[in-house]
């Protein structure tokens, strides 16, 4: 792995404008972390990975790397691409493990971050870093949101969440476990108690359902429910999965490794939602696919389709007559998510979109006075780049918003 690296590092040209830099969302220093690599800078390389980034090493491992980073390396063009994020990997690996977190001033100020995924760790981060006292809460019993309630372990290792719980204790973040804001507690009861400034990162966690036929059934269950705890679940031999998203792809591996025999995924059309990679990965674990399949309803039996007919450029024109009912011990529904209601209910003035999702304005802040949001509660379902990227800036906002 090391020689890898440092061959891949060897290739970087060193452009004078990065394209890779460019097309990383959260515009990771790609040529100046190499280069620091290569001179056995590794710590400060990591130091500087990680203060633009704090979610770097997640990122090295889940990113969409051939949308992003590898896909817009000018060696691309002719051969293959250097391969940053192996790099990125092994450097911000090292430096969560070796870190030295020196406490700045304080600032004399509490401030709270709701949801202990990629957005609300970076801000707790971020907030910390500049001094502000931060208590971070979480309706679940460990950091890392959908990282590790929903990306399966064999995709991204759980033990680098370890790593994170301990660098975020080092650095004075004190976390709050199964607290559900929007239930006992209120936003409104941090002002009470002092909290300078509120950020929400609850993300998405309500499965989408169809509106269809059958969806409370025994034999049915939500994608990212099943992911949450797969143990929990007697899927039987033959699984069918409605959705070609990253979440189907994950549910369907999972499934296959948990003893399914025969795992389907079904999409009405022929365009997928999931990355090329995902899609390859789910295949080579066994994974069959069925485009043209259109749910009508889901019954004891298994789920029951409208068969489509296409033209020539692949669009939907049309149905089959007959429906098809195709056999399935279990059905999973992964046609994406929406954020719980619970802060909206309870929260006077805090205001969503017609899907549900926060308003924010330029500078991240909600409908309420002194409280940010960032990530997928406001944009959806998206990616963990993106929600660290957007909590960074929010973190700022709340930083001008306390000291003014
Ligand atoms: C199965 C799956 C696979 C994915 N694969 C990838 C991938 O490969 N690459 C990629 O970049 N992205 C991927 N994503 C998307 C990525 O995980 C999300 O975009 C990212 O986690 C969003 O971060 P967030 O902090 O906004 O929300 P989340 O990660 O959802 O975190 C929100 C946190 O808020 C907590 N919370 C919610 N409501 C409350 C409340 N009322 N009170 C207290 N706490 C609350 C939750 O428990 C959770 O810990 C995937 C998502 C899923 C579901
Ligand atoms: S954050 Fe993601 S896109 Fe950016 S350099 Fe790292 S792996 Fe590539």
Not at 189 to 201: C, P, Q
Not at 353 to 364: F, H, K, M, V
Request: glycine share 8%; aromatic share 8%; hydrophobic share 40%.
């Amino acid at each position: 792995m090391a020689l890898r690296i440092v061959t891949e590092a060897n290739r970087c040209l060193q452009c004078k404008k990065p394209l890779c830099q460019e097309a990383c969302p959260i515009h990771t220093p790609i040529p100046k972390a190499i280069a620091l690599f290569k001179e056995n800078r590794l710590m400060e390389a990591g130091e500087m990975l990680f203060d633009n980034n704090p979610m770097s090493v997640i990122c090295s491992i889940v990113c969409d790397h051939e949308a992003q980073c590898a896909g817009h390396c000018v060696l691309g063009r002719k051969s293959s691409p250097v391969t940053f994020y192996n790099i990125e990997r092994f450097i911000s690996e090292a430096y969560l493990d070796r870190m030295k977190i020196e406490k700045p001033e304080p600032k004399g100020k509490k401030t709270a971050v709701i949801g202990a995924g990629p957005a609300g760790l970076t801000a707790a981060v971020e907030l910390a870093k500049a001094g502000y006292e931060v208590t971070l809460f979480d309706d679940n019993d460990h950091i890392g949101g959908m990282l590790n309630y929903g990306i399966p372990d064999f995709r991204l290792p759980k033990n680098l969440l370890e790593k994170y719980q301990k660098v975020m204790n080092k650095m004075g973040i004190q976390f709050r476990p199964n607290t559900s804001f929007g239930e006992s507690l209120r936003i409104q009861d941090l002002f009470r108690d002092n909290y300078a400034s509120v950020f929400i990162g609850t993300g998405v966690w309500r499965p989408k359902t169809l509106g269809i036929a059958g969806e409370s059934l025994a034999n049915v269950h939500f994608g990212v429910s099943y992911l949450a705890k797969p143990d929990a679940y007697e899927l039987g031999d033959k699984v069918a999965i409605i959705g070609m998203g990253n979440v189907a792809m994950d549910v369907a591996r999972t499934a296959l490794r948990h003893g399914a025999q025969q795992v389907t995924l079904y999409a009405r059309s022929k365009r997928i939602a999931a990355s090329q990679h995902e899609m390859e990965y789910a295949q080579l674990d066994g994974a069959e696919f069925a485009f043209g399949y259109a749910i009508q309803e889901i019954t004891p039996e298994g789920p029951v389709f409208r068969i489509a007919q296409f033209d020539e450029n692949d669009k939907v024109i049309g149905y089959e007559p007959e429906t098809e009912l195709v056999r399935a011990d279990a059905t999973i529904l992964a046609v994406s998510q929406a954020p719980k209601n619970r802060l909206l209910l309870t929260t006077e003035g805090l205001m969503a979109n017609d899907r549900g999702l926060l308003i924010t304005d330029e500078n991240c802040m909600t409908t309420v006075d002194g409280v940010f949001a960032a990530g997928d509660v406001v944009h959806g379902s998206h990616t963990v780049v993106a929600a660290a990227n957007e909590a960074r800036l929010a973190a700022q906002a709340m930083m001008r918003y306390m000291e003014n």
